[in-house]
């Protein structure tokens, strides 16, 4: 039980710290728009200081709701678990609170009006009901499942990067969240990591 006690809250906000970093100081976003530029020679996206550093904001938002889809799928393997259902109380609850630190700290660090904060939770209840039907389909059985639906951070981020070219922006788009969805299992192992 050591360890829940350890989760919370300090750690929470060192993820939200780590991720902004990482979208940030470490330009994830910046090289994903500089990569997708001269894969498909789309120069033309490109708008000037203030549009590049908007679209560059705009993404790294959605970047950080795809990341915090990430957190609850690797919360588990830090208590040696896999399945939420066999968690104690004491477990759940230290999990949920270093989820709500983790948004906390976001909240504070991009200085959110009421407005903001209610946009945010709105864009990841889209975020998280697309996660509970994609593990509700990788949890049914072969003859029930239905075609796989795309992240909401595909369409959302292609449509921000290059609406005329919208095909091979979701290309571009659906190789980077596999770097997203990686990153944020990196970052949430790092801050997490034994020993600290």
């Given at each position: 039980?050591?360890?829940?006690?350890?989760?919370?809250?300090?750690?929470?906000?060192?993820?939200?710290?780590?991720?902004?970093?990482?979208?940030?100081?470490?330009?994830?976003?910046?090289?994903?728009?500089?990569?997708?530029?001269?894969?498909?020679?789309?120069?033309?996206?490109?708008?000037?200081?203030?549009?590049?550093?908007?679209?560059?904001?705009?993404?790294?938002?959605?970047?950080?709701?795809?990341?915090?889809?990430?957190?609850?799928?690797?919360?588990?393997?830090?208590?040696?678990?896999?399945?939420?259902?066999?968690?104690?109380?004491?477990?759940?609850?230290?999990?949920?609170?270093?989820?709500?630190?983790?948004?906390a700290a976001l909240g504070r660090a991009?200085?959110?009006?009421?407005?903001?904060?209610?946009?945010?939770?709105?864009?990841?209840?889209?975020?998280?009901?697309?996660?509970?039907?994609?593990?509700?389909?990788?949890?049914?059985?072969?003859?029930?499942?239905?075609?796989?639906?795309?992240?909401?951070?595909?369409?959302?981020?292609?449509?921000?990067?290059?609406?005329?070219?919208?095909?091979?922006?979701?290309?571009?788009?659906?190789?980077?969240?596999?770097?997203?969805?990686?990153?944020?299992?990196?970052?949430?192992?790092?801050?997490?990591?034994?020993?600290?």
């Open positions: 039980m050591a360890r829940a006690r350890k989760l919370f809250p300090i750690y929470g906000s060192a993820l939200a710290n780590n991720m902004l970093k990482a979208v940030e100081r470490e330009r994830v976003v910046a090289n994903f728009v500089a990569r997708y530029i001269d894969e498909y020679d789309r120069h033309g996206i490109l708008g000037g200081p203030a549009r590049d550093r908007e679209l560059a904001e705009t993404i790294g938002r959605e970047v950080v709701l795809a990341m915090l889809l990430e957190v609850p799928k690797g919360l588990p393997r830090f208590f040696g678990k896999t399945q939420r259902g066999k968690f104690t109380d004491s477990e759940k609850q230290a999990m949920d609170a270093f989820f709500q630190e983790c948004i991009w200085n959110w009006k009421p407005e903001d904060r209610r946009r945010f939770h709105q864009d990841f209840t889209l975020y998280s009901e697309f996660g509970a039907r994609q593990t509700a389909q990788e949890n049914a059985p072969k003859r029930e499942k239905a075609p796989i639906e795309e992240p909401p951070f595909i369409g959302r981020v292609a449509l921000l990067l290059d609406p005329s070219m919208l095909d091979q922006a979701r290309r571009a788009t659906r190789k980077f969240y596999g770097e997203v969805e990686r990153l944020a299992q990196s970052l949430l192992r790092e801050t997490l990591r034994p020993g600290r």
